[in-house]
T-cell receptor, first 110, second 115 residues
Framework: QKEVEQNSGPLSVPEGAIASLNCTYS??????FFWYRQYSGKSPELIMS????GDKEDGRFTAQLNKASQYVSLLIRDSQPSDSATYLC??????????FGKGTTLSVSS | ETGVTQSPTHLIKTRGQQVTLRCSSQ?????VSWYQQALGQGPQFIFQ???????GRGNFPPRFSGLQFPNYSSELNVNALELDDSALYLC??????????????FGSGTRLTVV
């Protein structure tokens, strides 16, 4: 089992819709969880971090964490064509480094 | 506040050669990590340095080595280059405090092509 798993997609949504991105992780002692956005040919950009169970909202983005289910998700409301990118889920536990999933490609059509 | 800078941006090397990639950490950060990202894949962890000591390593052979300097800048060295080493190499810095981490800031990367 891979440490961090994501559906590679592509996930296609129309403009204005909600995009839902999911991620599971294998190590129960993981402490911190991040979502990065990566445009083609560019480096990853941090968009959300979450450390405790529940929801965390920042503008159009909501991260959700369920440690019991080892599941973290990202919701993007009112999706825009500029949101089209690869979204990387990353997990951190003390004594290691940030471990990434393969990423989910999101395509928002206008 | 300066971000993470990497050099060079692009590099072409021949199989068997050696390469050194450089990274300057973001001001105030004490940890630097290196990642390899092949096309269509997520970043793969190579190693991490905290206060000039390697404190974590991914599944990469010893020909991948590194250094962190007192000013928190870092180098990644790769010996005996192979064609499969062709990838985007990303440097990321972060602030590690009491075993908590607040997210990594990435540089723009070095695109290495091995021919």
């Amino acid at each position: 089992q891979k440490e961090v798993e994501q559906n590679s997609g592509p996930l296609s949504v129309p403009e204005g819709a909600i995009a839902s991105l999911n991620c599971t992780y294998s190590d129960r002692v993981s402490q911190s969880f991040f979502w990065y956005r990566q445009y083609s040919g560019k480096s990853p950009e941090l968009i959300m971090s979450i450390y405790s169970n529940g929801d965390k909202e920042d503008g159009r983005f909501t991260a959700q964490l369920n440690k019991a289910s080892q599941y973290v998700s990202l919701l993007i409301r009112d999706s825009q064509p500029s949101d089209s990118a690869t979204y990387l889920c990353a997990v951190y536990k003390a004594g290691t480094a940030l471990i990434f999933g393969k990423g989910t490609t999101l395509s928002v059509s206008s | 506040e300066t971000g993470v800078t990497q050099s060079p941006t692009h590099l072409i090397k021949t199989r068997g050669q050696q390469v050194t990639l450089r990274c300057s950490s973001q001001s105030g950060h004490n940890t630097v990590s290196w990642y390899q990202q092949a096309l269509g894949q997520g970043p793969q962890f190579i190693f991490q340095y905290y206060r000039e000591e390697e404190n974590g390593r991914g599944n990469f052979p010893p020909r991948f080595s590194g250094l962190q300097f007192p000013n928190y800048s870092s180098e990644l060295n790769v010996n005996a280059l192979e064609l499969d080493d062709s990838a985007l190499y990303l440097c990321a810095s972060s602030l590690l405090e009491e075993r908590a981490n607040y997210g990594y800031t990435f540089g723009s990367g070095t695109r290495l092509t091995v021919v």
